[in-house]
């Protein structure tokens, strides 16, 4: 299979700049502040604070009055070498936060999903594995993330890939709410399923405080 790879970047429009204009690719934007339009073939969508889409058509972003800053997912080709940083929008600024390269395996078709996940203070999603890998990004909160015998904490503004299949055990901060966006690809079967399975039987039996909200979902076209 084609090597794959799965990018975040930050970027920042400021009010009133230039249009911004994306190539066709499997994406997803998600507004952390501001807001903005998004046009496409398909048509025109206003994105304001805390919206997403999933879109694989080009795109041409206009900053809202406020300016906007966005978490931008981007599915490509490995040997695709090039940062796809803003470079051809010099009032914007746009940073590449995460790249992972994916070994989906052979015989599906693929959806692409963003969603939010939100826990109250000290929420826990057991111990748990997913039918697809991804890019998580705290919007708020701290969670820790304990796979393949290490632990991490990622503070507001951090990024972190998860393979999928791999076991997580994710608690958060007790001090405050906490939440992460996710990016992540699926079998294009669990459009409208969750992807999450519990590892321990134990755990399948808990409660679940964790709260989730799928923004968007689309079936896409792998790139060639």
Known sequence: MTALKLSLYEDTLPAAADPVYLPALARSL?????????????????????????????????????????????????????????????????TLKLEQ?????????WLMRCDRVAFPPGGTAWTHVHQGPGIRCCLNGEISIETEGRSLSYPPGSAWFEKGPEPVLAPTTEQRDTTFIRCFLLPRQLKG????????????????????????????????
Do not use: M, N
């Open 30 to 94: 998600f507004v952390v502040q501001g807001a903005l339009s998004v046009e496409s073939d398909t048509g025109a969508q206003w994105l304001d604070t805390g919206a997403a889409l999933v879109e694989q058509s080009e795109q041409t972003l206009l900053a809202g009055a406020d300016g906007a800053t966005l978490w931008r997912w981007e599915l490509s080709l490995a040997d695709h070498g090039a940062s796809r940083t803003l470079r051809a929008s010099p009032a914007a600024t746009s």
């Open 101 to 109: 390269t994916l070994d989906l395996p052979a015989g599906y078709q």
């Open 193 to 224: 399923r969750s992807s999450i399975r519990y590892v321990h039987p134990e755990d399948a039996q808990r409660p679940k405080v964790q709260a989730y909200r799928v923004f968007a979902e689309r079936h896409i076209q792998l790139p060639q």
